[in-house]
């Protein structure tokens, strides 16, 4: 297992005995070479848990392991930077992950630079061929983000964080914020350098099609914790826990015939806040199977089958 | 065969920048029937949200401007209208929901008392009545509690309340259009799923036509009856929703499927990016705006733009591309019907 | 069928198409405009503002005239032109020379009898009222004929034409002979216009009819006189009567007789220095400040805050006497330093609180995250990513800092409790001016244009600045 979290808790104090279980003890593997897919709506704290993972914020509870060995719990600057030809991470927003008053080979440099082990003209060589990986031309490194479109900075996003050669990156929802023509570009990049850098990934979106298609292995979140997690087909075609099983059934397919075939009415309710969470299990108000002791009692993670867990009463 | 609600032809819509003159509507022409949901679809920049938005009138007219085009609402013009001959029809016979719930919303007024505002200013009711019939609205679209809710503010409901309690005010003086301006691209897809099939369930009751503005087919293969394709201003390929998926007849509206993961694709069939950006509306192309990016590109493309050619008289499918010429070059996966011994391109 | 009919048809009419394939893509990423950074990109912005760019030309005029003007324009603000006090602005004026004064016997008519003879009823005023002499500012000599039946004259003086017995003027003096027909004046003349009027007595009571006479003194100098103010040199030779320039004020002068322009630039050093430095000063540490708050955020950031809540709830007046007493600095002494210092202790937290703002704001961007990841110290990061992106607002406050600093300076100039005379300062020259508003508006006039323009220009450089730097390069498209 190169990447490794046991009961990784993260909370926020929002005020006064306000705590926020963004991410509520989530154990999770992903092999070597591997690409997991981690899905959720908005409030399951699947971008907080990416973030915590890789040090970004602290950790409230639980381990990380990394190649075996223990992950601080609090990074410090050092620390980053002993772990930044690791770990690393590509952002949601291509508008705000780069900083506006630097050029690109700034911007694209500016690992390799903190790391101090080349000279100024091998960085100039090194970006420039990053540059071309992506897809971009190697003289756009005198210019401004602001010049760019969405598509083109998250690749220059991308050659950031891949220059200084990293094992494991996280995929922040690299492509919520593009157009569905440049979504696809950005994933065939990260497919490429996934296979001829040999990385592992994890990667974070709420499209589950897009998901599907990208990961070996999905996981699914609600409320900070892990409902259910399997091989990626297995999961999307066959899903177990009912919060998945209403994820994909609410999901569209652009396939007209499919969509009239389907029938599905939706459950109403939404999801609750995850302030102040008590026991039992996070989706009992919404769920179609809820019984008396879905209130009551958290449910335990069940392995249904060699590699698919659950987290549902359903199944234990 | 039902008459059209809405009829628009040939809109053109420019505007005044500081960098120049941008032609963001090039000659867009379609109708709407009743009963019938049209889904207009495509990129960011394409024009779709300018198109719609200038039907409504709510396009500032001086950066922007209306250049050409007529546009017909049960036969009646409602381009260059006054604005108080605007005030009449805008929220009472089509009404309009936004993207961002949060933002369309006064954050100052009580829900209730927005949805009471639309009710007392066009139809004449006095407060009390205005604000039941508000409940009632709310309560068509399944807000649970909505006499509570109705006394809340627009920061304690969730962006699918929101969305909910936006289509219960543009329902209020019983539209025979609802436009609906990328309803859930900001929502989850569990309550995308709600919202859509809140929609089609009123679309039903309330015997209203639906224009759906979005850039996701599945939304589109979901929700639509009729599809509309706009490309760089211009409709590229128009047809009911099971011609533009299974017989598509545009290059673009091929890349565009490409380009999505759907359940059939293995990770063996890598996803098919358009490569490229769209074409800059300050001086638009003189051909066709798909030129620079299409894979079967040729070379009439540059410079001629191809008009709308009708490729099937009952359904009214139409494309622009020079590929519907009979003597075009066979594409594989393209519908080009005026190639006749060719059989039916791989469906879908 | 029939549709692909109707297609053929409609399609085939076009003819001449090219179906050979066409290579486009490879230019797709090309980005043809040329690289703009941020500050090039807020300098064309600016310069398409027009009402930025004038109050631009403006702040940068009033720059060379505070620095390099002292040297084009040579004048003493401190020296005193008794010639021409209170001078509107004007040509260059010219005098006479003439004699060093000595003392006019007068006129004494000898066959005239001194006392009446007999009172009349009715004293009718004297007649051929008329200078004896070229009329100067050294002297005004008047004669007139004499009135059977008076005693005596009296003379009067004024700046217009008297309506009525009762709008005669200052009166100057009473000749208690009626032979004693002249009159030298010598109080206060300036180059300007007086109605001398004389009015017949009979020793008792003045008559009611006077006679009046305009005369407009010519200015005049003596060559001692001008020797000592440098207009002309040991050798030069020069007869009376001959005409000389005088030191030529653009400006006007003030009530003393300084020059007006050499006033204002000294002044412009003065209220630029404090409505300068002080920003620059207090900005500077508001930065520092607020960037630390910021940046550390939590309780430090909580405490920092109150703190600076806490200095704006002081009172800024208050504060000014507070110093000025406790440097001990007694009235009639300058006051700049004091002031400075009361600026720059109570100007700070608005500087702080916006950048306090900002960093707080930029600290959530993604690219602060993407570069912890990458090993950058925080030191690394406040220098590299921060403060550069917090240099817009930096530059806009400075820019509405300096105006409010000078006109503060100003009004406390004015109102006594800032610069003190003879320091000028614009604020102090307003002061003086308000005396003599009604009669030399000049004096008012252009030390409040000079605040008024400089104010407005630096505001309206500061709103174009804002314009410029804040549509930030977020083209979305």
Redesign the interface.
């Known amino acids: 297992m190169l990447v490794k979290t046991e009961n990784l808790k993260k909370h926020f104090q929002i005020g006064r005995g306000q705590n926020l279980h963004a991410v509520d003890g989530l154990s999770i593997e992903i092999a070597e070479n591997e690409i997991l897919g981690l899905v959720g709506?908005?409030g399951s704290g699947k971008s907080t848990f990416g973030k915590t993972l890789i040090g970004l914020h602290p950790a409230t509870s639980g381990k990380a392991y990394y190649k075996g060995e223990e992950l601080p719990q609090r990074f410090t600057a050092a620390d980053h930077l002993k772990y930044s030809r690791e770990l690393q991470m590509i952002f949601q927003d291509p508008y705000s992950s780069l900083n506006p008053r630097m050029t690109v080979l700034d911007i694209v440099g500016e690992g390799i630079s903190i790391q101090g082990q080349h000279t100024q003209s091998q960085v100039k060589e090194l970006v420039a061929e990053w540059l071309i990986k992506v897809g971009l031309n190697a003289d756009h490194m005198s210019r401004y983000p602001h010049e760019f479109?969405g598509?083109q900075r998250q690749r220059i996003g991308i050659a950031r964080a891949m220059i200084i050669e990293p094992r494991f990156v996280v995929c922040d929802e690299p492509i919520s914020a593009l157009?569905?023509?440049?979504?696809?570009?950005v994933?065939?990049l990260l497919?490429e350098l996934k296979s001829s850098m040999g990385l592992t990934m994890l990667f974070i979106a709420?499209d589950?099609?897009?998901v599907?298609?990208v990961s070996d292995r999905m996981a699914v979140m609600y409320l900070g914790t892990l409902v259910e997690m399997g091989p990626s087909d297995q999961v999307?075609?066959e899903p177990q826990h009912p919060y998945t099983k209403?994820?994909i059934?609410?999901?569209?397919?652009?396939?007209?015939?499919?969509?009239r075939e389907r029938g599905?009415?939706?459950?109403?309710g939404?999801?609750t806040s995850p302030v102040n969470v008590g026991a039992g299990c996070r989706f009992a108000d919404r769920c179609p199977s809820m019984s008396e002791q879905c209130q009551r009692e958290t449910p335990p993670i069940t392995q249904i089958a060699s590699d698919h867990v659950v987290s549902c009463h359903l199944f234990s | 065969m039902t008459d059209s609600i809405l009829e628009v032809t040939d809109l053109s819509v420019e505007f005044a920048t500081?960098g120049g003159r941008v032609k963001a509507v090039r000659g867009v022409s379609f109708d709407v029937k009743a009963g019938e949901t049209l889904a207009i679809v495509g990129?960011?920049?394409c024009g779709k949200s300018v198109t719609v938005q200038s039907l409504m009138g709510i396009i500032p007219m001086p950066p922007g401007e209306i250049t050409g085009g007529v546009a017909k609402l049960n036969g009646k013009d409602i381009l260059g209208l006054t604005s108080k001959e605007a005030n009449e029809f805008r929220g009472v016979k089509i009404g309009m929901i936004f993207q961002d719930p949060m933002t369309s919303l006064n954050p100052t007024m009580t829900i209730g008392d927005q949805i009471a505002e639309t009710l007392m200013v066009h139809r004449g009711m006095g407060k009390k009545d205005a604000f039941d019939r508000a409940i009632e609205l709310l309560e068509k679209t399944?807000i649970?509690e909505a006499s509570k809710r109705a006394k809340q503010y627009p920061f304690e409901f969730?962006?699918?309340?929101l969305q909910r309690a936006m289509i219960a005010q543009s329902l209020a003086c019983n539209p025979s259009l609802l436009i609906a301006d990328e309803p859930t691209t900001a929502l989850?897809?569990?309550?995308?799923?709600?919202i859509?099939?809140l929609m089609s369930e009123l679309q039903r009751t309330e015997n209203m036509s639906i224009i759906l503005i979005t850039?996701?087919?599945?939304?589109?293969?979901?929700m639509?009856d009729r599809v509309a394709v706009m490309y760089a201003g211009q409709i590229v390929e128009s047809g009911t929703?099971?011609e533009i998926?299974?017989e598509s007849a545009h290059p673009y509206t091929l890349?565009?499927?490409?380009?999505?993961?759907?359940?059939k694709?293995t990770?063996e069939k890598?996803?098919?990016?358009?490569?490229?950006?769209?074409p800059d509306l300050f001086h638009p192309p003189t051909g066709c705006g798909y030129?620079?990016?299409?894979?079967?590109?040729?070379?009439?493309?540059?410079k001629?733009l191809p008009?709308e050619?009708?490729?099937?008289?009952e359904s009214n499918h139409q494309s622009r591309c020079?590929l519907?010429?009979?003597?075009?070059?066979r594409v594989q996966e393209l519908f080009q019907?005026?190639r006749?011994q060719e059989e039916a391109p791989d469906a879908? | 069928m029939?549709?692909?009919t109707?297609?053929?048809t409609?399609?085939?009419a076009?003819s001449?198409?090219?179906?050979?394939?066409?290579d486009?893509?490879q230019?797709?990423?090309q980005i043809s405009r040329p690289s703009l950074s941020y500050w090039q990109d807020a300098w064309i912005r600016l310069k398409?503002n027009t009402r930025a760019i004038v109050s631009l030309y403006i702040v940068i005029g009033l720059a060379l005239f505070t620095l390099v003007g002292p040297i084009l324009w040579q004048v003493d603000p401190a020296l005193q032109d008794l010639n021409q006090l209170s001078q509107a602005p004007s040509l260059p004026k010219q005098a006479i020379f003439v004699e060093e004064h000595t003392r006019w016997e007068g006129i004494v008519l000898e066959n005239f009898p001194a006392e009446p003879e007999a009172f009349l009823d009715v004293l009718p005023a004297p007649t051929n009222l008329r200078t004896a002499e070229a009329a100067t500012t050294q002297a005004v000599r008047i004669v007139w004929d004499p009135v059977v039946g008076a005693g005596g004259y009296a003379v009067y003086r004024n700046q217009h034409l008297p309506e009525s017995i009762n709008d005669l003027g200052l009166p100057l003096g009473t000749k208690l002979a009626g032979n004693e027909v002249s009159y030298e004046d010598r109080l206060n003349i300036e180059g300007r216009d007086y109605y001398y009027s004389i009015v017949s007595t009979d020793g008792y009571d003045e008559s009611d009819s006077y006679i009046t006479l305009k005369v407009t003194p010519d200015l005049a100098i003596t060559k001692t006189e001008a020797l000592s103010r440098g207009l002309i040199t040991e050798e030069s030779i020069v007869a009376n009567g001959e005409t000389i320039d005088l030191e030529f004020h653009p400006f006007g002068t003030d009530y003393l007789g300084r020059d007006m322009l050499a006033r204002l630039m000294e002044g412009a050093r003065v209220s630029l220095f404090i409505g300068i430095v002080a920003p620059f000063l207090y900005v500077m540490f508001g930065i520092f400040y607020g960037g630390f708050a910021g940046y550390f955020g939590g309780n430090l950031d909580a405490i920092l805050m109150r703190f600076a809540d806490f200095v704006v709830a002081l009172p800024f007046l208050l504060f000014m006497i507070l110093f000025k007493i406790a440097f001990g600095i007694g009235p009639g002494e300058s006051g700049v330093l004091p002031m400075l210092i009361a600026l720059v202790l109570l100007g700070w937290p608005a500087t702080a609180r916006l950048v306090r703002g900002q960093v707080l704001q930029i600290r959530t961007q993604g690219y602060i995250e993407a570069a912890r990841l990458l090993g950058a110290k925080d030191h690394y990061l406040i220098i590299r990513h921060i403060i550069p992106n917090t240099m817009g607002v930096i530059l806009v406050t400075l820019t509405f800092a300096v105006p409010a600093a000078i006109f503060t300076e100003a009004f406390l100039s004015f109102i006594g409790m800032g610069v003190a005379p003879p320091t000028p300062s614009w604020g102090s020259m307003c002061n003086e001016g308000v005396k003599t508003m009604l009669s030399h508006p000049h004096e008012l006039f252009f030390p409040a244009l000079f605040i008024s323009t400089t104010v407005l220009a630096f505001n309206l450089l500061g709103d174009g600045l804002t314009e410029a730097l804040d549509s930030r390069m977020r083209s979305r498209?």
């Open positions: 709506e908005s479109s598509g157009d569905v023509s440049v979504q696809a570009q994933i065939n497919d709420h589950l099609s897009m599907r298609y999307f075609f209403l994820l059934e609410s999901n569209p397919e652009p396939d007209p015939r499919l969509e599905f009415v939706p459950i109403q939404e999801i | 500081y990129e960011s920049g399944k649970s969730s962006g699918g309340m989850d897809v569990t309550i995308q799923a709600q859509l099939e850039h996701d087919l599945a939304v589109v293969a979901r639509a929703v099971d998926f299974y890349g565009l499927r490409a380009a999505m993961p759907s359940n694709t990770r890598k996803l098919t990016p358009i490569l490229g950006s769209p030129f620079a990016r299409c894979p079967y590109a040729m070379k009439s493309c540059e001629m008009p050619c009708l490729l099937t008289a020079w519907q010429h009979p003597d075009a070059p019907p005026a006749t879908g | 029939t549709d692909s109707l297609l053929k409609q399609l085939q076009v001449n198409l090219d179906f050979s394939p066409s486009t893509v230019s797709a990423e398409k498209e």
